[in-house]
């Protein structure tokens, strides 16, 4: 599974955007999708997971109420529709695509897409 993110950008505080993860082959309807970001010099950080047929999603705490994760099988297209969005939610934002649900918030998954930044900034 190949996975290619899009939508980043600059945002002004307050301001919405929406991220796409784009996967080829013809699995992507049995992998958990989950969404991640990583600020300038700190760690990799979950934000987002939803399982293989979108019935179940988890959110990081400081998102919650303000992202939302779905996914289209047919599409084969994940994404995180993200307002509110605030400064300290600045950072290049990874999607990744996995076999176990679970794994995916221990930041374990099979795949990795190359990541989109996000900035949001006035």
């Known amino acids: 599974v190949q996975l290619v993110e899009s939508g980043g950008g600059l945002v002004q505080p307050g301001g919405s955007l929406r991220l796409s993860c784009a996967a080829s082959?013809?699995?992507?309807?049995?992998?958990?999708m989950g969404w991640y970001r990583q600020a300038p010099g700190k760690e990799r950080k979950f934000v987002a997971a939803m399982d293989w047929n979108g019935s179940i999603a988890d959110y990081e705490d400081s998102v919650k109420g303000r992202f939302t994760i779905s996914r289209d099988n047919v599409k084969k297209t994940a994404y995180l529709q993200m307002n509110g969005l605030k400064p300290e939610d600045t950072a290049d934002y990874y999607c990744a695509a996995d076999g176990s649900f679970q794994d995916l918030g221990r930041l374990r998954a099979d795949y990795w897409g190359q990541g989109t930044q996000v900035t949001v900034s006035s």
């Open positions: 082959g013809r699995t992507f309807g049995t992998y958990a």
